[in-house]
Structures are given as structure tokens and as C-alpha cells.
């Protein structure tokens, strides 16, 4: 079975703090996504890659940066965070063909305050 | 650019009833297309996903049809049971890109 994890169920961060948020897969799959849900907005893809060390916006970046320094591993950055990334986040993971199923990981709550 | 709309954002019904979901997107040159299902403040599992050249698929109680020309897909939830109340996205491919969601159908099945 696919698994994909994420550091942490909830966080809580005061504004201005720099939060990583961290992302691991331990099927080998190629590419990795961050999104972030909201209610009435639904899902915005952040950030995703499709291997290691390369990375492609989506569409909200601002306000974040992520690192792939390791296949199986996909962390996002909130450089300094503000109170209108209060969000829940997740990571997904997909192996390199089209037809394949993307997998998620159980989100992350983010409270800044 | 590739839009996804579902349509109701809630339904609630009955338990026992079969009821029907919908999904339309705006380009029909998909490469296929994914139903999940999300239960409060966990993440996405995927129920079905249907090839572009397919036209539906099954999984037990449930049966998804899609129309590419037409932009339509269909959930189908046979016979219903207060354990499937969730939340259920569906979302679409073009090829090796980012899937692209809608916004969901909730729905409460009522004992």
C-alpha cells in the first residue's frame, strides 16, 4: 500500500515565523504536489515536482518555497508566515505514468496567529 | 484552462437511496479522470479512476461513467449507508500534469 506522511496533523505558528511543513513517500514516486485546501475555494495546487531537485509552480506560490532534495521526501516553506496561510495542507504523490492514481497524505492543519 | 464544476456542493439523502453525482469539465482532452472521497479534516482517497478511453468503472457500490465529448462524469452510489457521508471530489488530467480538482459534493447520508 502507498503511503504517503506528513510531519505534522496541526501546527500552530505566530506571524513572521519561518514553518516547514514535511511531506515523505515510500512508494518511489517521481512526482510529488503540495496543496492547500480552503473552505468555498476548494483545492490550490502550490507547488509540485517532478523529480529531485526541480520544482514548478502552481497556482497560488506566493508566500512559499519547497525542497526536493530526496526522492522520496517533498517539504514546503512558508518563509514568514502570515495569518492568511492558515489553511489545511496536502501533499499528494503520483508515480511517473499519466494513467497512474495520485495518493495523499492526512493534511496538515496550520493555525497562524 | 481546464475548469471542473460539481454540482450540488451538498446533498443529503436518506439512507438505503441510490443517488448520483455529478462532475462536468470545460476540455474534453483528458487523459482520465479521478474520483475521491474525503472524510472531515482528513486527507484524499481515491474510489475510481476512469481511463479516457474507458467508459465507466466499478468498485463495489460504486459505478462512474464518463462522457469525454460531453465533459461529464457520473458518480453513482448504489443503495446507500450513513458511513459513506464525506465529502467527493472529482478531477481531471490533461497528460503528465497536475490534476485539477472541483470544488466537491458533500454528502449526508441520514439514518
Known amino acids: 500500500d502507498v503511503k504517503v506522511t506528513q510531519s505534522s496533523r496541526y501546527l500552530v505558528k505566530r506571524t513572521g515565523e519561518k514553518v516547514f511543513l514535511e511531506c515523505v513517500q515510500d512508494?518511489?514516486?517521481?512526482?510529488m504536489f503540495w496543496y492547500r485546501q480552503d473552505p468555498g475555494l476548494g483545492l490550490r495546487l502550490i507547488y509540485f515536482?517532478?523529480?529531485?531537485?526541480?520544482?514548478e509552480k502552481g497556482d497560488i506560490p506566493e508566500g512559499y518555497s519547497v525542497s526536493r532534495e530526496k526522492k522520496e521526501r517533498f517539504s514546503l516553506i512558508l518563509e514568514s508566515a502570515s495569518t492568511n496561510q492558515t489553511s489545511m495542507y496536502l501533499c499528494?504523490?503520483?508515480?511517473?505514468?499519466?494513467?497512474?492514481?495520485?495518493?495523499f497524505g492526512p493534511g496538515t492543519r496550520l493555525t497562524v496567529l | 484552462k481546464q475548469e471542473v464544476t460539481q454540482i450540488p456542493a451538498a446533498l443529503s439523502v436518506p439512507e438505503g437511496e441510490n443517488l448520483v453525482l455529478n462532475c462536468s469539465f470545460t476540455d474534453s482532452a483528458i487523459y482520465n479522470l479521478q474520483w475521491f472521497r474525503q472524510d472531515p479534516g482528513k486527507g484524499l482517497t481515491s474510489l475510481l479512476l476512469?481511463?479516457?478511453?474507458?467508459r465507466e468503472q466499478t468498485s463495489g457500490r460504486l459505478n462512474a461513467s464518463l462522457d469525454k465529448s460531453s465533459g461529464r462524469s457520473t458518480l453513482y452510489i448504489a443503495a446507500s449507508q450513513p458511513g459513506d457521508s464525506a465529502t467527493y471530489l472529482c478531477a481531471v488530467s490533461s497528460g503528465n500534469t497536475p490534476l485539477v480538482f472541483g470544488k466537491g459534493t458533500r454528502l449526508s447520508v441520514i439514518a
Open positions: 499528494a504523490s503520483k508515480a511517473g505514468g499519466a494513467a497512474d492514481t495520485q495518493y
Open positions: 512508494m518511489d514516486h517521481e512526482n
Open positions: 515536482s517532478y523529480d529531485v531537485k526541480m520544482k
Open positions: 476512469i481511463q479516457s478511453s474507458q
